[in-house]
């Protein structure tokens, strides 16, 4: 999850390796016969790694990174961020809780270490943006404008102090101030990664695409929590969490579905809760041009290669759909 090694907290990387088990078998590379276009950049086939949930020293091993639609990364700040107190994570019914706190090197070492890395390797990079506040944001924008980060995906979920500590992502007048901004500084293709816990997720999305963002993904983790029965206590330090996993699968899907009723034209990647081809397939129908794979991949680091192959199959036998992924539409 893009953590350092030497940061002492509960590392992402221990949460990737405790899930395998050691039984994950390494993937040999696949032929893709279905590719999707999202604003502008061809993926290779439509199933990217959602941020957070994929460490390049974890998963380098057990498949070729380059084979991925994209691979989006941890979320980068401007300086390093420690990220929060352990315990970071709690088991809950067919998902996780996590308050890992976006726990990250900061955008100068991502600039000489994990982006170059990624590159040589052949993958299509999505760079995740982190910012406590507008002025974050934009210190790591104008760093990777001229990198070879191949889109930027805006995180407004992260407690913003230039909007009173509430995220940007919950307010349309904060986040069109917020990517208003950024888009000035850019022309990298800009995602903008939607956070579920608002009241009407239209009017939000409205906003991003008003201030000119090329494509929206979504959904980011809703807010939660798990009790220690023992002690009474929260298990997380950090008290609340964000909650994914196959839980939040309908949700994600009710979301993206609709936002692409009301938005018929922008790009859309789907997430929540995917775990095989079929759960990918259905964020298709709903309105998604492509899908990124997350909590999964704490439990078998190969799942986003898997997913993608079982959805390769599937789009096999439905070609009217292929041929608008392949065009970078689905409606
Ligand atoms: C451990 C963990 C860390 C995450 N870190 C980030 C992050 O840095 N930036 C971000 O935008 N989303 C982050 N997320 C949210 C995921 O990218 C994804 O939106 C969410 O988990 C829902 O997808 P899933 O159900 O497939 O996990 C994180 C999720 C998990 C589980």
Redesign the pocket.
């Given at each position: 999850?893009?953590c350092v090694n030497h940061m002492k907290e509960e590392s992402?990387e221990s949460?990737v390796m405790n899930g395998q088990n050691g039984q994950t078998d390494v993937l040999e590379p696949h032929e893709w016969r279905h590719k999707t276009i999202v604003a502008g950049v061809e993926w290779k086939n439509p199933v990217g790694t959602?941020?957070?949930?994929f460490q390049l020293d974890a998963c380098g091993d057990y498949y070729d990174v380059s084979q991925l639609g994209v691979i989006?990364t941890?979320?980068v700040s401007p300086v390093p961020w420690e990220g929060n107190p352990a315990p970071?994570?709690a088991e809950s019914p067919a998902?996780?809780v996590?308050a890992?706190g976006?726990q990250?090197p900061g955008v100068d070492h991502y600039l000489v270490d994990e982006l170059p890395r990624l590159k040589k390797l052949g993958a299509t990079v999505v760079t995740?943006v982190?910012g406590h506040s507008d002025e974050d944001y934009a210190q790591v924008v104008e760093k990777l404008a001229d990198s070879s980060a191949d889109m930027l995906?805006i995180?407004v979920?992260c407690p913003n102090v230039s909007h009173g500590g509430m995220s940007v992502g919950t307010d349309p007048k904060a986040l069109h101030r917020l990517i208003a901004n950024l888009r000035a500084m850019t022309d990298k293709p800009m995602i903008v990664?939607l956070s579920p816990n608002v009241t009407d997720i239209v009017e939000i999305a409205h906003a991003a695409v008003d201030a000119g963002v090329d494509a929206l993904?979504l959904?980011?983790?809703l807010v939660g929590m798990r009790f220690d029965i023992e002690t009474g206590k929260p298990i997380i330090a950090n008290r609340t969490g964000?909650v994914?996993?196959?839980a939040?699968?309908p949700i994600?899907l009710g979301f993206v579905w609709r936002v692409r009723q009301a938005l018929p034209t922008i790009p859309i990647i789907g997430?929540?809760?995917?775990?095989s081809g079929e759960k990918a397939l259905e964020y298709l129908y709903a309105g998604a041009n492509a899908v990124?794979?997350?909590?999964?991949s704490?439990i078998d680091p190969t799942a986003p290669v898997r997913v993608a192959r079982e959805l390769d199959d599937l789009l096999d036998s439905r070609p009217d759909l292929a041929a608008k992924l392949a065009n970078g539409q689905t409606w």
């Open positions: 999850m893009g992402c949460l959602a941020s957070g949930t989006c941890k979320g970071r994570t998902g996780m996590n890992v976006l990250n995740n982190a995906e995180n979920s990664k993904s959904i980011n983790t964000g994914s996993g196959p939040i699968f994600g997430i929540g809760g995917i775990d990124e794979v997350g909590a999964a704490l």
